[in-house]
C-alpha cells in the first residue's frame, strides 16, 4: 500500500498529539517495510510549521516526503483544492494527524487521529482560534472521514454523543504509548533539581495549561505543606501551553510560601 501521513507538527521537543504521531509514525514505517511512505511536514491549513529546520527526521527504505511550503497561504491553496485527489496520486491511505480533515476524498481513503474534545466540554482552557480550528476539523472528520483513530475509549464514546450520525463500527481506539525509547539512560539533572535528593520530591510532568489542573494541584499542596512534616518540594517538568503566562505568579498566590518551591522545572 502508499501511505500518506501527516507529521506537521514534527519537532523533537513536541509532546501531546506529535508524541502520540511521531510514535505510530515511526512503528508503522518500522513494521510495514513492504509498504511506502509519503509523509506530510505541511498538512492542512490549521497547522503550520514556521521552523522546519527542526523537525524531526524519518528514515526507511521506502519514505518519501510530501509537497512542503515557504508560506502557510500556499500550503492552505494546495489542501484545499478541490482536485485534492489528483495532487496527491495513487496513495492509498491518508491519515490526519493535527485535527485538520480534508473534504471527502474518492481516493486516497481518510484515516482521522482524534485526541480529545476538551476544547468543547471546557471552551475555556484554549484560545478562541484553536478551539474554533480543533472543531472545524473534527466535525469535518464526521462528514469525511473513512475511519477514526481515538486515543482512548473516553474520547471515542464523546465523539460519537457530539457525532451520533457517524458509524459506529468505524471509529476504533489505539492507546499511546511512552514515547520515551531507552528507558535505561540516565537523563542531565536540570539545574532547578541541583541539591534536590533522589527520590525526595513530588514531580508533576505535563504541559502546563488549564485543562491538565495544575491549579487544582496546587491547592492540594498547599494543604499538603499545612498537614505535613516532610514538606517535599513539588516540581512541574513540562512546556508551557494555553492561557498560563502568569502560572508562577498563581503558584505564589495559592501556596504563599515561595521558600517551599525549591525545584521549579520547565523542560
Known sequence: MKIGFDISQASPTAAGCWAFAKCLC????????????????????????????????????KVSRGTIFKERQLCAEYWNDPALDLKL????????????????????????TLYDLGFIDHPEWTTEENRLGCFEGVYRSSLYAD???????????????????????????????????????DGDRPAALQGIRDRGFWLCVSTIEPRKNQLRLLDAYK????????????????????????FIVKIRERV????????????
Open 256 to 267: 504563599r510560601a515561595e521558600s517551599h518551591f525549591d525545584g521549579l522545572c520547565f523542560r
Open 26 to 61: 515511526s512503528s508503522l514505517i518500522e513494521n510495514f517495510r513492504g509498504h511506502e511512505f509519503t509523509l506530510f511536514e505541511d498538512f492542512g491549513d490549521f497547522w503550520f510549521n514556521e521552523n522546519k529546520s527542526k523537525s524531526l527526521a524519518f528514515s526507511g527504505p
Open 147 to 185: 475511519f477514526v483513530v481515538a486515543i482512548s475509549e473516553f474520547s471515542r464514546k464523546r465523539y460519537l454523543e457530539y457525532f451520533p450520525h457517524f458509524p459506529e463500527e468505524r471509529i476504533g481506539v489505539v492507546y499511546p504509548t511512552s514515547r520515551f525509547e531507552n528507558v535505561t539512560k
Open 89 to 112: 496520486g495513487d496513495l492509498d491511505f491518508i491519515h490526519s494527524n493535527n485535527f485538520w480533515c480534508p473534504e471527502q476524498l474518492i481516493r486516497p481513503s481518510c484515516i482521522y
Open 223 to 246: 494543604r499538603y505543606l499545612d498537614e505535613s512534616e516532610a514538606k517535599l518540594p513539588l516540581i512541574f517538568a513540562g512546556g508551557k501551553g494555553w492561557l498560563m503566562d502568569d
